[in-house]
């Protein structure tokens, strides 16, 4: 199969996605002539054109109640926020409105409708550039939160997201734009809410989500050099979320160890291991492991930040504590 | 514009021309660096708008305050910020000013006034009116200056800003680079009004659009909202009109699909500059005076920085609370 980058498998979705649905358009900063800060969207305004791939001001509250009012009409808008930590700017229009309207008109509001961002540390961006946020948004009912870990994945979950009535928080990493990935040439998707099982293992389950899939996988093959097994689960959406595949991995190895960016308190991670403790507790044969990021904001000096944000190291280094006990 | 500048001796204009320089001195050695690979991380130089920076600040004293924005260097220099410290912080050091959690989008030097790069666009003016507010609660004489872009001023914060700054007669001017673009979005596209200054109006402020390539044009219209702030009259909104000569950030190209080489060239023969030496008629020594000293502490502020050893990786955990 053909290789092609994250980021040019988001434009692909986006211009399959724009190529079959007249009421998809798009919407955000620098995305036109520009092509977007990160390159996800080269060639579409030329191919499109302005109406459909439209430059906004700087004005986040405004591009999200935009993209919510086209919605309502029956348009299925994909907006742009350049960078997760800019959604704080917008967020009464994603938490009280996006996430809530369809609710409060007793299910008569159309509200499909696709926030593209991205996050993560890893470029020396500092503290308001490199946060990983997700956890937000899958706390507020309503909203769809999507992270995905590979090319083939963001290709399939975007289209998905594309199609879906609900609003979608489809979050990207800004380190995995340039990593290449076999992506079918023929149209798919990926539905949400299905977990994918990366690598197959016994003795633990690694719970990982977007950048922290690729790291784990390279633990896992670390490890299985050590005679450590490990079974490395990718839920690629967060909310809807597939407990049941979590579940059965789980009760197949007897331990867990959950692995994201995010800083470890309040993080998605949580729910994660409160699931298993209640729903896999007479499975678990030692105590679940959380790898996250450090509970400070992301520093800039580039040493500072890679050691505030878990790398393969870290993972491994958990592993081995959660299989040897201590 | 130039005519305007009685206020300003001979001396003082060459010395506000020397800050101008090595704003661009710096700014031209962190692009040097970024390029080489040695400052990390997003920096986006002010190369062209140094007026703006000079003009302003040269109207403040150390105890009044600015906030600035991710293109702060000009206006951190400006302000007073020491090189050595801030040439360290681009390099990740322990000795720079943020200890190296902060590096070029953040520098701040509350010593000297300086409340902080602030990289969110527009985050700086709710922040900025709160100032203003804490002084007058307070019976200063301080003002606050908060600078911006063009880009900027299509968030709500600045509408937000300007109206409580306006209501409650605050001492804060609102300094608006209009440097034709924000990122690739050209301003006239942006943005519905012609001068930004304009939007004034609605907030009952004075609002003048000024030549930003004259420092003597943007310390005038400085000073006069200045003044008007100390009375206790209120917030202005300053409007220059400038450039970036450089890209974006990080090293983006000067022109691209969004603007022609034959542009820039246009706006670099108004270089900021090229327009304050010929308001001197600077001689070529007076030039060459002003380059040897603003080498010599340029080399001192690198070696400086790169003497200094890497921020520890505890650091990195301190701060987080008081
Ligand atoms: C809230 C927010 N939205 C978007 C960005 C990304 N961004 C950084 S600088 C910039 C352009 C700013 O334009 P302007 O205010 O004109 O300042 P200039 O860069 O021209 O100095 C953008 C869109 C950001 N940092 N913060
Ligand atoms: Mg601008």
Redesign the interface.
């Given at each position: 199969m053909r290789e092609i980058l994250y980021r040019d498998a988001i434009i692909e979705a986006l211009d399959e996605e724009m190529r079959r649905d007249e009421s998809v358009f798009l919407l955000g900063?620098?995305i036109?002539?520009?092509?977007g800060?990160y390159k996800t969207t080269v060639g579409l305004f030329e191919k499109y054109g302005k109406e459909r791939v439209r430059?906004t001001?700087?004005?986040?509250?405004?591009i999200v109640g935009a993209t919510l009012g086209a919605a309502l009409m029956g348009m299925r808008p994909v907006a742009e926020l350049m960078y997760i930590?800019?959604t704080?700017?917008a967020m009464d229009q994603i938490v009280n409105q996006v996430a809530k309207v369809r609710y409060m008109f007793g299910g008569k509001a159309k509200t499909a409708l696709v926030l593209r961002t991205q996050g993560g540390a890893g470029?020396?961006?500092?503290?308001?550039?490199a946060q990983s946020l997700e956890a937000w948004f899958v706390h507020v009912p309503g909203l769809k939160v999507v992270m995905p870990s590979t090319a083939h994945d963001a290709k399939g979950l975007l289209k998905s997201a594309v199609r879906d009535d609900d609003p979608v928080m489809f979050i990207e990493h800004k380190l995995l734009y340039l990593e290449k990935g076999p992506v079918p040439e023929e149209d798919y998707t990926i539905p949400l809410g299905v977990a994918e099982v990366k690598r197959e293992g016994r003795d633990i389950t690694i719970v990982a989500t977007s950048s922290m899939v690729g790291k784990s996988l390279a633990a896992a093959d670390e490890l299985e050099a050590e005679g450590i097994s490990c079974e490395v689960v990718d839920p690629r959406t967060l909310f809807p979320l597939d407990r049941e595949t979590i579940l059965n991995s789980v009760k197949k190895t007897g331990r867990c160890l959950i692995t994201h960016e995010a800083v470890q308190r309040c993080g998605w991670g949580a729910e994660i291991a409160a699931t298993l403790a209640r729903e896999a507790f007479d499975y678990l044969d030692a105590p679940i492991e959380r790898v996250c990021g450090?509970?400070?904001?992301v520093?800039?000096?580039?040493?500072?930040?890679s050691?505030?944000i878990p790398d393969k190291d870290d993972v491994i280094a958990g592993v081995r504590a959660v299989i040897s006990g201590l | 514009m130039a005519r305007n500048a009685k206020s300003l001796s001979r001396k003082r204009l060459h010395e506000m021309y020397r800050t101008m320089l090595r704003i661009r001195r710096f700014e031209e050695r962190t692009d040097e660096l970024f390029m080489a690979g040695q400052i990390k991380g997003a920096v986006h130089v002010s190369i062209g708008q140094e007026a703006c920076s000079v003009g302003v600040c040269s109207t403040l004293n150390q105890d009044d305050a600015i906030l600035t924005t991710h293109r702060g260097h000009g206006h951190s220099i400006a302000k007073g910020t020491r090189l050595p410290e801030m040439m360290a912080e681009l390099l990740g050091r322990s000795t720079g000013l943020c200890k190296a959690r902060g590096g070029s989008m953040h520098i701040a030097d509350v010593s000297m006034g300086h409340y902080g790069a602030h990289s969110i666009v527009g985050a700086n003016m709710p922040m900025a009116a709160g100032m203003g507010l804490a002084y007058q609660l307070e019976k200063k004489k301080q003002v606050a200056v908060v600078f911006f872009g063009d880009g900027a001023s299509n968030q709500g914060s600045f509408h937000e800003s300007m109206n409580m700054c306006a209501i409650w007669k605050l001492p804060v001017i609102f300094f608006c680079e209009n440097n034709q673009y924000a990122v690739s979005f050209g301003v006239e596209r942006s943005t519905a009004v012609q001068d930004i200054s304009v939007r004034a109006q609605g907030y009952d402020a004075p609002g003048v659009t000024v030549d930003g390539m004259d420092v003597t044009a943007v310390y005038e219209a400085t000073a006069e909202a200045v003044a008007r702030a100390r009375k206790g009259d209120g917030p202005s909104l300053i409007e220059a009109k400038t450039y970036r000569f450089f890209g974006h950030s990080r090293g983006d190209p000067q022109f691209g699909p969004y603007r022609t080489e034959a542009e820039v060239q246009k706006w670099r023969k108004r270089d900021p500059l090229i327009v304050a030496e010929k308001l001197l008629k600077m001689t070529k020594a007076e030039k060459e005076a002003h380059e040897a000293a603003i080498k010599k502490e340029m080399d001192d502020a690198n070696r400086f920085a790169e003497e200094s050893p890497k921020a520890s990786l505890e650091s990195a955990l301190e701060d987080v609370y008081a």
């Open positions: 900063e620098d036109a002539e520009f092509g800060s430059n001001p700087i004005s986040e509250q405004g930590d800019f704080g700017v470029r020396s961006s500092a503290a308001q550039h450090m509970e400070t904001p520093p800039f000096a580039p040493k500072l930040e050691h505030v | -």
